[in-house]
């Protein structure tokens, strides 16, 4: 591994954005908010954020030469540990960083991977993401022999060794990867031969940005022990779950939350873990409406969903944490237009979101608010889907009424 992929834990940082064309700065500041709460969820205690206005990432440095200095100064005056970037480095960039900071630079993809990492329970997720790792490794492993450009002097033959060593090691990577992707489509086929097993009844999906409240959700109606804490990426490994709502039986699934910039190798690698979501009848979409960019949220999910399968399901909108839900009313003399922060839940409730009628409504998993009128809708939805596949079984499972 690389040695930006050793133990992070129990550090300090600062964090590092850009301001573009294409990103505002209230869109970098959400971004290295989440940022923020990715390094406390890795065990690194982030100090200070630093933003950069750029038309474009500056190819050498990432930012310009005078913040990096800005940075470098309050580095060495707090003693700072790490520098932790919001966009994925090039190996120069990481190279030309770390000459200058003279501390560990992480990027926020090898910081996913390292929750990933830390949240890896089973043989199957680990040997996932050790296949992403490696692959974030490979065109970075010039980095591991700069020590020999201090050893090379004005002879060739320590370049040769050096350039012969990264491509030996090059080399055993890319058998390494071979050899774990052959594992992993092994116990692929295990798992859908698990899956074709469990019979025909109809399966549900949990799915939705990180951190929304969806292994809450699966304990309720599941009244399991799913494992779920107020961290991103609590839940790595699908969970199922046979659940039954008055007397109708359906297998419901927890997923790993999705998240923005997700690294594209753990796209790759967690796509058959996702499965679930690709065989499923109906999706359940939780959403965390108390997020003040809730609808971007619901936006990254759809892109992502779109990339694991083409094929439109029927979902449920389920917009969580009403009871974390706050908003600030706009003065009366305020002629400014609204903006997020100033609309009320009633009057969300009566947007776009009132179109979709029944396929969309407002719990909290954590109060345990709505939760009878959800398990209603689940029943509803799974029944029509139950009973287009066994039309002979209508009179077990009578129609519930919609509730006002």
Not at 146 to 153: F, P
Not at 271 to 291: G, P, Y
Request: charged share 30%.
């Amino acid at each position: 591994m690389t040695e930006n992929t050793t133990e992070i834990f129990n550090h300090t940082a600062v964090l590092i954005g850009l301001i573009t064309p294409e990103q505002s700065e209230e869109r970098a500041k959400e971004y290295l908010d989440e940022l923020a709460f990715l390094a406390e969820t890795s065990g690194i205690e982030p100090q200070k954020t630093f933003l950069q206005r750029l038309d474009m990432p500056n190819s050498n440095t990432y930012i310009g030469q005078g913040k990096l200095d800005e940075i470098k100064t309050y580095i060495d005056e707090n003693e700072i540990e790490m520098a932790i970037f919001d966009d994925e480095l090039s190996p120069r960039q990481l190279r030309n960083i770390e000459k200058i900071l003279n501390i560990k630079v992480l990027d926020r993809t090898i910081l996913i991977l390292e929750i990933f990492v830390q949240r890896a329970q089973t043989s199957y997720s680990k040997t996932q993401v050790e296949v992403a790792q490696l692959q974030y490794m490979l065109p970075r492993l010039t980095r591991m022999w700069s020590h020999l450009d201090r050893q090379r002097g004005g002879g060739t033959t320590s370049r040769g060794m050096g350039e012969t060593q990264i491509e030996a090691d090059k080399r055993i990577i890319k058998q390494r990867i071979a050899f774990l992707k052959d594992e992993l489509k092994v116990i692929d086929r295990q798992m859908a031969t698990q899956r074709k097993n469990r019979g025909k009844l109809v399966r549900v999906a949990l799915v939705g940005y990180t951190n929304v409240g969806k292994s809450t959700i699966m304990n309720l109606l599941s009244k399991s022990e799913v494992f779920a804490e107020n961290k991103l990426f609590a839940t790595l490994d699908t969970t199922v779950r046979k659940v039954t709502i008055e007397n109708l039986p359906f297998l419901l699934s927890d997923t790993v939350g999705f998240i923005r910039k997700l690294p594209h190798h753990l796209v790759e690698s967690f796509k058959s873990t996702l499965d679930e979501v690709r065989e499923a009848d109906l999706l359940i979409h939780v959403v965390d409406i108390s997020h003040p960019n809730f609808e971007e949220q619901i936006e990254v999910v759809n892109h992502t969903l779109a990339e694991l399968d083409k094929t439109e399901k029927p979902t449920i909108l389920v917009f969580n944490k009403i009871d974390a839900f706050s908003y600030t009313p706009k003065a009366e003399d305020d002629l400014t237009e609204k903006r997020r922060e100033n609309i009320s839940l009633d009057e969300l409730k009566a947007s776009w979101m009132n179109k979709m009628h029944e396929h969309c409504i407002f719990i909290s998993a954590r109060k345990k608010e709505n939760i009878e009128e959800l398990k209603a809708l689940i029943y509803r939805e799974v029944r029509k889907i139950h009973i287009q596949r066994f039309p002979y079984n209508d009179f077990l499972y009578p129609e519930v009424e919609n509730e006002e």
